[in-house]
């Protein structure tokens, strides 16, 4: 079988649509943060597929930028929650409920 | 390649002046914090105020060189000028007001001065943008560093809960965000501007990848604007987060968020925007009626003017409505040549002004009343009685809270009244029925909390208030709000100029 470009971007869809599901269902606040990178990671699939399908290094670049902004990201987001844990001694979204109206 | 990129990044140096002081001012800005042992505590707000100012002198004393810079990956033009002036001010503004709140808290933040600076460079960078990519880095650039401003509060966990739902959140419309330029970059084959509108006109483009992108990419803009049903965030992070951000935040990042939402829609007209414009009507009507219901309903003035700044994404998104409304004409070029267009997309570059304005200034009052360590004042019943203890802030809330209300004299009815008149041009009868009748629903919140200040007796443990230095710059801020509330004219056709002005 060939593969085509239908075929990454299914993949990179599957992909994406696994990390939302698991954004939206999961409530361990490190899981969150997985999925979200998971979504990220899974754009770079469809720039890579674009880029090889047009013949340009545009989509190649982004995914370069890509991973250092989804790393940043990582980093910030355990910083805050190694804050958070300090406090409440867990990382279940439900419990963090002082802003709650 | 060094052949390549030297002499260019050196020819224009001069455009790109401001962009660079800031980034540059952010890196001194932290290296001095870092290693200066005998810095004073005020030191370092000092040296971002230079830089901000700097930034702006040189913004205005330079002779404009507009046209693409980097190869094309920026557009310098009055568009981007007008919004890099919002946005140094702003910045001018909530240096001033922080430096306030840090006194008044004990608690100092060094990190917060270099932050703020590479979060104005991100927005810089997002109002000059004519390429996906530096779309993608300015909104990151601004986000990332605003995380971290409203969740980095040492030992407030409330900070640190807002600011991790800002992230956790704000990553997940980012993946939207960027899932749409993929398939945008499929489309096109390219990420520039240029390479969109290109395909745009081609022979036949491939409007199914086209919508997608343009859907998702809208997702992810109408995240940071706070457009329902993305405002989810919104409450929770304006509350949690210390009032001098939350004022940065309801300012600085909505107008980043609009200003290159505009961008992005003149961009696709009149392929997707049409694709997407009864959903967007939609949106634009539940915005706006579903953030004065639930403003309504709030204790917490924080929260109430969160629950506000969505009903004003909601005025402002009538405005986007209107430019690309099918009235307004059926082409980038003539949208932004045609009257109707060119009065929605003025109005919207005069209201952001009005808005931040009178919302830095009720911010910087809001930050400077409460007893500190992270409470603000927050509860509106302990506004009792505010106007016998501090007179000056009471007047300066008063004019604040009417110019949201839209009241007469203040800028936001002017904002308000040359946004519907847009509206109304276009013949979109009922929508501007709906926004009016929204703006006298908030009347009624924005009124309670005066009511509060003038009428009330002092019960215990009621707020007041003494940082002068921002009690004087907020309301210089309202002084600001009558003066341009009184003359609008000439601003009004300066923001249709820049608009015009707008090129791809």
């Known amino acids: ?101 | 390649m060094n052949e390549f990129f030297i002499p260019a990044v050196g020819s224009q140096a001069g455009p790109l002046l401001p962009y660079l002081i800031v980034a540059a001012g952010g890196l001194l800005v932290m290296l001095v914090d870092s290693f200066v042992k005998t810095l004073k505590k005020d030191h370092l707000s000092y040296l971002t105020l230079f830089v901000l100012l700097g930034a702006i002198l040189v913004q205005i004393t330079r002779v404009p060189q507009d046209g693409p810079v980097l190869g094309g990956m920026m557009l310098i033009g009055a568009y981007a000028r007008f919004f890099n002036f919002l946005f140094l001010g702003v910045g001018v503004m909530t240096t001033i007001f922080a430096t306030g709140g840090f006194d008044r808290d004990g608690l100092y933040r060094p990190e917060f001065y270099p932050l703020l600076l590479f979060s104005i460079l991100g927005m810089m960078v997002l109002a000059a943008a004519n390429d996906l990519l530096t779309v993608f880095l300015g909104i990151e650039t601004m986000s990332l560093s605003v995380y971290v401003l409203a969740g980095g509060v040492h030992g407030n966990v409330r900070s640190s809960e807002a600011g991790f739902k800002y992230l956790v959140l704000g990553g997940f419309s980012s993946a939207f965000l960027l899932m749409g330029m993929a398939l945008l970059y499929g489309f096109a084959g390219g990420t520039g501007f240029a390479d969109l509108t290109a395909a745009l006109r081609g022979d036949s483009p491939d409007i199914t990848l086209l919508t997608l992108g343009s859907g998702l990419v809208l997702v992810g803009m109408g995240f940071k604007v706070a457009m329902v049903p993305f405002h989810m965030w919104t409450p929770d992070v304006y509350e949690g987060a210390p009032s001098y951000i939350t004022g940065f935040m309801a300012t600085a990042v909505k107008a980043a968020g609009f200003a290159i939402l505009v961008r992005f829609v003149l961009l696709l007209q009149p392929q997707t925007a049409f694709a997407w414009y009864p959903v967007l009507t939609a949106l634009t009507v539940i915005t706006m009626t579903l953030g004065n219901l639930v403003a309504l309903a709030q204790s917490n003035i924080k929260r109430m003017l969160a629950w506000s700044s969505i009903a004003h994404a909601g005025y402002l998104l009538l405005g986007v409505v209107t430019m690309i409304s099918p009235a307004a004409g059926d082409s980038e070029m003539m949208l932004r040549s045609s009257e109707i267009g060119g009065s929605a997309g003025s109005a919207i570059l005069f209201y952001l002004i009005a808005y931040t304005l009178m919302n830095l200034a009720a911010f910087g009052i809001i930050n400077i009343l409460g007893k500190g360590r992270g409470e603000d004042g927050e509860e509106i019943h302990r506004y009792a009685g505010l106007y016998h203890r501090n007179p000056v802030a009471a007047a300066t809330l008063t004019v604040a809270l009417l110019s949201l209300a839209g009241i007469p004299p203040m800028v936001g009815f002017m904002g308000k009244f040359y946004l519907f008149s847009a509206v109304v041009r276009a013949g979109l009868i009922p929508l501007a029925i709906i926004g009016v009748v929204n703006s006298l629903i908030s009347v009624y919140y924005y009124l309670r909390v005066m009511v509060m200040m003038y009428m009330k007796d002092e019960e215990e443990d009621t707020y007041s208030g003494t940082e002068w230095v921002s009690v004087v710059t907020s309301g210089m801020l309202a002084l600001l709000v009558i003066y341009l509330g009184i003359q609008p004219n000439a601003f009004q056709r300066a923001a249709e100029v820049i608009f015009r002005q707008i090129t791809f």
């Open chain 1, 1 to 101: 079988m060939e593969i085509t470009l239908s075929h990454y971007l299914l993949l990179a869809g599957a992909v994406f649509t696994t990390g939302m599901v698991g954004f939206v269902i999961r409530r361990n606040a490190i899981v969150m943060l997985m999925c979200v990178e998971l979504m990220l990671s899974s754009t770079n699939i469809v720039f890579a597929a674009f880029s090889r399908f047009h013949g340009n290094a545009d989509g190649h670049v982004f995914v370069l930028m890509n991973f250092a902004v989804a790393a940043a990201e990582a980093a910030i987001g355990l910083a805050i929650l190694v804050e958070i844990f300090r406090r409440r001694r867990t990382v279940n979204v439900d419990d963090f409920k002082t802003l709650m109206e």
